[in-house]
C-alpha cells in the first residue's frame, strides 16, 4: 500500500534536539523515566494480580491503564532513545505507520478509559448500595470492550487517514515519533480533507470522555457537598483525587498538542507537550495512584512482607 501511494519509502525522525551537546544527557534522562515507567506499571499490574482484595472494578480499570500506560511508553521509548545515537534516525514507511496505529489505539483507549474510571468512582460515591450490581464484573468488561473499541476504530481511522496521503521528496518528520500532524506537515498534496477527518477525531477522543468526566464529578460534588461529616467529606475527596489528577495531566497536555490552532502551538511546542503525555504521564501514573492511595500501599507491605517470610 506503502509503494502505491507513495515515493517515499523511509522518513526521518527528527527528534528532540539538533544539539550533539544535549544526546547524551538526554538519553539518560529518558532511559530513567522509560525504567521508571516499566518498573513502576508492572509493579502496579503485579500488586493488583497478586492481591485479592484488589480484584475490585477501580484496580480492574486501574490494571488496565497500567498496561496501556506501560505499551504506550514501549511504542514510542525505545526509538525515542536510538535519536540520540543516530544523526539520522530512520524509520521505514511502514514501521511509521505501525507506530502511528499503536500511538492512536492506546492514546485514545486511556482517554476513554480514564472516563470510565470516571464512571467507576462516579457510581461508588453516588450511589453505594447499588455499587456492586451496577459495576458487575459484566458491566466492567462491556466497558472495557468499548474503551479498546473506541481505541481500535480511532486508530484505524487515523492510520487509514494518514496513509492517503501522498510524500515526495521531504522525508524529514518534525518530531520523535510519528504523529499525524508532522506526517501531514510533509505531504506534498492538499490536506484539507484529511485536517478535517484529525480534527473531527481527536475533538470526539477528547470530548466525549471530557464531558462524561465532568458530568461524572459535578455528580460526585453534589454528593459530597451532601454529606454531613467532615470525614466522611475528606474520605470522598480522597477516593477522587489521584484520578483527578491524572484527567488534568493527560487530557491537558493533550489539548494543549493537538486542539490550539497552529498560529498559537508551533510543532516544537507541540513536541513538548506530546512528550509529556506519551513518556512523562505514564511514568507518574504508578505513583500518584500508588502514593495516594492507602489500599496499593497496604498491599505492597504485605507483598513485600510475605516476600521477606518465604
Avoid at 138 to 143: A, D, F, N
Avoid at 145 to 164: C, D, L, Q, R
Avoid at 285 to 302: E, F, H, M, Q, S
Amino acid at each position: 500500500m506503502a509503494a502505491r501511494n507513495t515515493s517515499v519509502t523511509e522518513f526521518i525522525l527528527a527528534g528532540l534536539t539538533d544539539q550533539p551537546g544535549l544526546r547524551l544527557p538526554l538519553f539518560f534522562l529518558f532511559l530513567g523515566f522509560y525504567l521508571a515507567t516499566v518498573l513502576g506499571n508492572m509493579g502496579l499490574i503485579m500488586l493488583i494480580a497478586l492481591n485479592s482484595h484488589l480484584h475490585t472494578p477501580m484496580y480492574f480499570f486501574l490494571f488496565n491503564l497500567a498496561i496501556i500506560d506501560l505499551s504506550c511508553s514501549t511504542t514510542i521509548t525505545p526509538k525515542t532513545l536510538m535519536s540520540f545515537f543516530f544523526k539520522e534516525n530512520m524509520i521505514v514507511h511502514a514501521g511509521c505507520m505501525t507506530q502511528l496505529f499503536f500511538f492512536c489505539f492506546f492514546v485514545i483507549s486511556e482517554s476513554f478509559l480514564i472516563s470510565a474510571m470516571a464512571y467507576d468512582r462516579c457510581v461508588a460515591i453516588c450511589n453505594p448500595l447499588v455499587y456492586p450490581v451496577t459495576m458487575s464484573p459484566q458491566v466492567c468488561s462491556l466497558l472495557l470492550f468499548g474503551v479498546y473499541f473506541m481505541g481500535f476504530f480511532g486508530a484505524t481511522v487515523h492510520t487509514g487517514n494518514i496513509m492517503s496521503l501522498t510524500f515526495c521528496s521531504d522525508n524529514l518528520i518534525n518530531h520523535f515519533m510519528c504523529d499525524f500532524l508532522p506526517i501531514v506537515e510533509i505531504s506534498c498534496n492538499s490536506t484539507d480533507t484529511n485536517d478535517l477527518v484529525i480534527f473531527i477525531v481527536v475533538a470526539t477522543v477528547i470530548c466525549i470522555p471530557t464531558v462524561i468526566i465532568f458530568i461524572s464529578y459535578a455528580l460526585i460534588l453534589s454528593s459530597i457537598l451532601h454529606i454531613r461529616s467532615t470525614e466522611g467529606r475528606s474520605k470522598a475527596f480522597r477516593t477522587c483525587s489521584s484520578h483527578m489528577v491524572v484527567v488534568s495531566l493527560f487530557f491537558g497536555s493533550g489539548v494543549f498538542a493537538y486542539l490550539k490552532p497552529p498560529s498559537i502551538l508551533s510543532l516544537d511546542q507541540e513536541k513538548v507537550s506530546s512528550l509529556f503525555y506519551t513518556i512523562v504521564v505514564p511514568m507518574l501514573n504508578p505513583l500518584i495512584y500508588g502514593l495516594r492511595n492507602k489500599d496499593v500501599k497496604i498491599a505492597l507491605t504485605r507483598t513485600l512482607n510475605r516476600k521477606i517470610l518465604s
